[in-house]
C-alpha cells in the first residue's frame, strides 16, 4: 500500500514543479522585457468573466436572463498597461476566431519593429487559446513580422497570470455600481479603474473578427507527423501526431517557416517535436484580410429565451438609457443560438 502513496506523491511534486515553471517564466521574460534597449516583449492575455447587463437592485433580476458582455484583455509585461477588446454576445462569440484576431490587431499596432521575440502566455482553455488555429496563426504572424515568438501553457489549474490582476482592479471599480444599463458604462468604469489610466478599451462589432478556422483548414495540414517519424525505419506505434493538447510550449521561428517546434513542458530539452504544418515545405500562408476570411457576415442572434426576459427588464430601465435596449430588443433571434453555455467564464 506504501508504493501507491509513494508515486503519488513523487507525481505530485512533479507537478507542482512543472506549474511552477510557468509563473517563473512569466516573471524572467517580465524583468528582461523592461531592461533598457531590450527587444524581447511579453504579453499576456485572457477573458475576464462575463459581465450582465443589465445590474440592477431588484430581486426579480435573480430570475432573468441578461445580456453578457465579453472582456478580452491583452496585458503588455513591458509597460503594464492592458488594452480590453469589448463587446456583448450579439456582437462576436468567444472562440478562437476571437482570440486570434484580437491578438493579431493588438501585436501589429503595439509591437515594436525592432522587437527580436514575443513571449506569450495564456490559458490553457481549448476552445480559446490551446488550439490548432491559435498555433497555425502563430506560425504565419511570426514569418509576416519576421519575429521570433513563444507562447507557453500552464498545467492545469495553475493557470493565474498578469490578466487577473487586471481583472481584479476592474472588479473593484465595478462592485461599487448598483446600476449598469449599458455596454459603454463598462468601458467608462475600465477607463476609470486605475489612477495612472492604465487600461484602453477597444469595442467590437462582428466585422472586426477574422474566420482564422476556415482559413487554417485551406492553408494547413490537419495532423501531421513529427519530423523525426516519417520513414520506415519508425515503428507505427511510435509515430507522434500533431496534438496540440499534449504540449505546453511552442516556439516560431521566422527563418523555419511553416514549422514549430513543440516541447512538452516549459525550457524542456529532451523529447521535443518537429513539426511541418503548412502544406507546401517552406512556406507559410500570409495573415488573411477581414474581407477574405470575415467570421461574420451580420450580427449574432441573441437566443428568444433571453430576449424575452430582457423585454420583461426593460420596465426597470431609466429614459436615459431605454435607447440601448431598444437597439438590443431590435437585434436578430434564434431559438438555437447559445444560450449562457459560458456564463461561469
Not at 184 to 206: E, G, P, R
Not at 231 to 256: C, L
Request: proline share 5%.
Amino acid at each position: 500500500m506504501k508504493m501507491p502513496k509513494k508515486v503519488t506523491s513523487a507525481e505530485l511534486i512533479i507537478h507542482k514543479r512543472r506549474a511552477s515553471k510557468f509563473f517563473s517564466k512569466a516573471k524572467e521574460i517580465t524583468e528582461k522585457c523592461q531592461e533598457d534597449g531590450s527587444t524581447i516583449m511579453g504579453l499576456s492575455f485572457d477573458y475576464m468573466q462575463n459581465l450582465p447587463l443589465p445590474v440592477l437592485p431588484v430581486q426579480e433580476v435573480f430570475y432573468f436572463r441578461q445580456l453578457w458582455v465579453y472582456e478580452f484583455c491583452v496585458h503588455n509585461m513591458k509597460t503594464a498597461k492592458a488594452t480590453f477588446y469589448s463587446y456583448h454576445e450579439g456582437q462576436a462569440l468567444k472562440g478562437p476566431n476571437e482570440v486570434t484576431s484580437f491578438l493579431n490587431d493588438y501585436i501589429r499596432a503595439n509591437v515594436p519593429k525592432e522587437t527580436t521575440e514575443l513571449h506569450l502566455f495564456c490559458d490553457g482553455c481549448p476552445g480559446q487559446n490551446k488550439n490548432s488555429t491559435m498555433i497555425k496563426f502563430l506560425l504565419s504572424l511570426s514569418v509576416s513580422l519576421n519575429l521570433k515568438i513563444k507562447i507557453y501553457f500552464p498545467q492545469r489549474g495553475h493557470s493565474f497570470n498578469d490578466c487577473d490582476r487586471d481583472f481584479a482592479t476592474v472588479k473593484r471599480k465595478i462592485k461599487r455600481e448598483d446600476r449598469l444599463f449599458t455596454h459603454q458604462q463598462y468601458v467608462d468604469l475600465i477607463l476609470s479603474s486605475t489612477a495612472n489610466k492604465k487600461f484602453n478599451v477597444k469595442t467590437i462589432t462582428y466585422s472586426d473578427v477574422i474566420d482564422f478556422k476556415s482559413w487554417c483548414k485551406v492553408n494547413f495540414k490537419a495532423k501531421p507527423l513529427s519530423e523525426r517519424c516519417y520513414g520506415k525505419k519508425v515503428d507505427k506505434k511510435d509515430k507522434v501526431s500533431f496534438q496540440v493538447s499534449t504540449f505546453f510550449e511552442f516556439i516560431f521561428d521566422p527563418i523555419k517557416p511553416g514549422e514549430v517546434l513543440c516541447r512538452p513542458f516549459i525550457d524542456n530539452e529532451i523529447n521535443n517535436e518537429t513539426f511541418i504544418l503548412s502544406k507546401t515545405k517552406g512556406c507559410c500562408a500570409s495573415i488573411p484580410t477581414i474581407e477574405a476570411f470575415p467570421s461574420y457576415s451580420s450580427k449574432l442572434p441573441i437566443n428568444i429565451l433571453k430576449m424575452n426576459d430582457l423585454q420583461k427588464l426593460k420596465q426597470y430601465i431609466p429614459d436615459d438609457y431605454i435607447h440601448f435596449y431598444e437597439s438590443i430588443l431590435q437585434w436578430p433571434t434564434d431559438v438555437s443560438a447559445q444560450l449562457d453555455v459560458e456564463e461561469e467564464f
